[in-house]
């Protein structure tokens, strides 16, 4: 018998209120200690996927599962939010605080942990990620790439088991974009990485997934990888005849 | 966000607990304000000057502000002689010394409070000022009001600053007609849009990381031997100005 998966979902299903067809159509997924990839084209709801399993949209049918327990009220989903941290795909909507100490703080102190205690977590995660001296930098005047790797830290201050990235190469320049992939590796943790960088997702990822017409779809293992199209699909995730 | 050119600095007032500060300046405040004697006012003038010089504010700056204020009382020295209480000189010229005196008056105190607003609240952050307030019993959510408008006022401001310049890279430039009216209230609308969508999204991202409703400061300073020895020589200051309203001026 295996052991419950951390996060499992189950028949999951989403249409946009006022739409008939439904964007998410019974997906199924668990979760324990994976590195997942997600790939599909703009608006098939890899978004909606992570914030339906945050708990941020309600679904029309379907359980999401944490720890084996079925999760139903926004309480329990308060729970869920403390092991797992998502990283949105606009830093500047993650980042709100004044100073960058006080917005990586945020979390720790909400989980009622003593400033002192919140502080030192605080300063410790910003040192993991390289992000030093960082403390009293204006979090508005940070670069892209800072903005990306503070909210990073937001996150891990708050210790998740499981990291739900939107699009976090995006807008990178190459050098941010290699230290996010070390990043990711020496953490270890379990994420779901959603991403168009198919680069990015094969030297963070090892199991990928598309969602096509609200199904999620498991990609054949060693076949994802970017190369040059003259046609002008070639961005998008495809298979190639034998 | 806002500048707050005075709040950094490292003097004796700045290193006060706000919470002193708070109410030393609230007291003062509210006898000069309440005050129509000239000694209160003037005494009011002199000390509260004392107390911004030592604030050590950067002088440009700070005079800069002060004739900001001052406009305005320029404006009430300029109207009021002429258009308040009873016609003392000829009668084809209205000159009243009631309305000078008034203007006079308005013009100290408002100075005096002004003088005290800059030591003592100035000083301090809005941030920290806001989370003192909730520690003198202000309502949580009144608080969090203050906290979250004046952060997010910044973003508005830059959101609408975005789509004008879009508007600009296109060609508009603003005229008196009926097609810069309506780029306008689409600008406007949008932004409004636009906020309310980041409002939306900033909320999730609070949600997230187990906001509930009251935003916890980092630094929790509790009031030192200073502060009090501050708090008892803000509280005499306003006794002695309340007092010296009872001695009028043979003016």
Not at chain 2, 78 to 98: M, R, V
Request: proline share 4%.
């Amino acid at each position: 018998m295996s052991k419950t998966p951390l996060l499992e979902l189950r028949n999951i299903s989403y249409s946009y209120p006022g739409h008939t067809s439904s964007l998410l159509n019974g997906i199924n997924l668990q979760i324990d200690n994976e590195h997942i990839g997600l790939i599909g084209s703009n608006g098939c709801g890899k978004t909606t996927l992570l914030q339906i399993i945050m708990g941020l949209i309600q679904v029309d049918t379907g359980e999401i599962l944490l720890d084996g327990t079925v999760l139903e009220q926004e309480k329990d989903f308060r729970n869920l939010r403390r092991k797992l941290g998502f990283l949105f795909q606009n830093s500047d909507d993650q980042l709100f605080s004044p100073t960058v100490l006080e917005d990586v703080a945020f979390g720790p102190l909400n989980h009622g942990l003593k400033s002192d205690d919140a502080k030192e977590i605080s300063i410790a995660t910003l040192e993991q990620l390289g992000l030093k001296n960082f403390e009293d930098r204006i979090t508005h005047k940070l670069s892209g790439g800072e903005k990306k790797l503070v909210a990073l830290a937001t996150i891990l201050s708050m210790q998740p088991q499981l990291l739900l990235l939107d699009e976090p190469s995006n807008n990178l320049d190459p050098a941010t974009r290699e230290r996010l992939i070390e990043i990711l590796r020496e953490l270890n943790l379990a994420h779901i990485i959603i991403s168009h960088d198919l680069d990015f997702l094969a030297s963070t990822c090892s199991k990928l997934y598309t969602l096509s017409d609200g199904k999620l779809v498991r990609c054949e293992d060693k076949q994802v990888h970017s190369h040059e199209h003259i046609h002008p699909y070639g961005n998008h995730p495809h298979q190639h005849g034998e | 966000m806002i500048e707050e050119p005075f709040a950094s600095g490292s003097s004796f007032l700045h290193r006060r607990d706000p919470r002193i500060k708070l109410i030393g300046a609230a007291c003062i405040s509210l006898v000069l304000a309440l005050s129509t004697s000239f000694l209160t006012a003037v005494t009011g003038c002199i000390l509260t000057g004392f107390l911004l010089i030592l604030s050590q504010p950067n002088p440009k700056r700070i005079v800069q502000r002060i004739l900001g204020v001052n406009v305005f009382t320029l404006f009430l020295l300029i109207t009021l002689p002429f258009t308040y209480g009873s016609n003392e000189a000829t009668s084809w010229f209205h000159f009243s010394q009631d309305g000078l005196r008034m203007a006079t008056l308005i013009a100290l105190k408002s100075n005096a409070i002004l003088f005290c607003f800059l030591a003592l609240l100035a000083t301090s952050s809005t941030v920290s000022l806001g989370h003192s307030l909730e520690k003198l019993g202000m309502p949580r959510k009144l608080t969090f009001l203050l906290l979250f408008s004046y952060r997010q006022l910044f973003i508005i401001h830059q959101e609408y600053k975005r789509l004008q310049r879009a508007a600009l890279l296109r060609g508009f430039i603003p005229k008196n007609s009926l097609h810069t009216y309506r780029t306008y209230s689409h600008l406007f609308a949008m932004t409004l849009v636009k906020s309310w969508n980041r409002a939306e999204r900033v909320q999730q991202a609070m949600l997230l990381r187990g906001f509930n409703g009251r935003l916890i400061p980092l630094n929790q300073p509790q009031p030192t031997q200073a502060d009090y020895s501050l708090l008892i020589l803000l509280l005499l200051l306003s006794l002695i100005l309340a007092g010296l309203s009872f001695f009028p001026l043979p003016l």
